[in-house]
């Protein structure tokens, strides 16, 4: 399995969501927290086409949450990643979103992408 870089999303100062990214070509594996994010947990919103976009839900009905420090890594293994093909960060909750207080909140995200040719093509070119 390889992995591939997605960089961003990004938050805007002032805001609490993110604009959206594609990570079609795999399955979310880690998130990286900016130095710069203000403490919250992060929620997410989820689309197929990267037009419309719904907040992310469990199917017991809890909003999927994950626990976020600035100038981080979050390991995510959880079966939900499987289904996303674009993806916007909010901090906080849709109910308590909490505004960003440093501009260009910048995330990575790494993806799974399963493209063996593409990793060793890659190692190649470092």
């Known amino acids: 399995m390889a992995l591939s870089i997605v960089d961003g999303p990004t938050i805007k100062l002032g805001e ?10 795999g399955t979310i594996v880690r ?8 403490p919250a947990n992060l929620t997410f919103q989820i689309s197929s086409n990267g037009d ?14 994950c626990v976020a420090k600035p100038n981080t ?5 959880e079966h939900w990643t499987r289904s996303i ?14 505004k960003q ?4 909140c910048k995330f990575a995200i790494a993806i799974e992408t399963g493209d063996a040719a593409a ?7 470092e």
């Open 119 to 125: 990793a060793s093509s890659s190692k190649r070119k």
């Open 16 to 25: 609490s969501l993110s604009d959206g990214v594609d990570c079609s070509a």
């Open 31 to 38: 998130i990286t927290v900016p130095q710069e994010f203000t």
């Open 101 to 104: 207080t440093k501009d260009d």
């Open 73 to 77: 890594g979050i390991i995510v293994g």
């Open 52 to 65: 419309l976009y719904n907040d992310l839900f469990n199917a017991d009905g809890s909003e999927v949450t």
């Open 85 to 98: 093909a674009f993806i916007k960060f909010r901090s906080g909750s849709r109910d308590h979103p909490v």
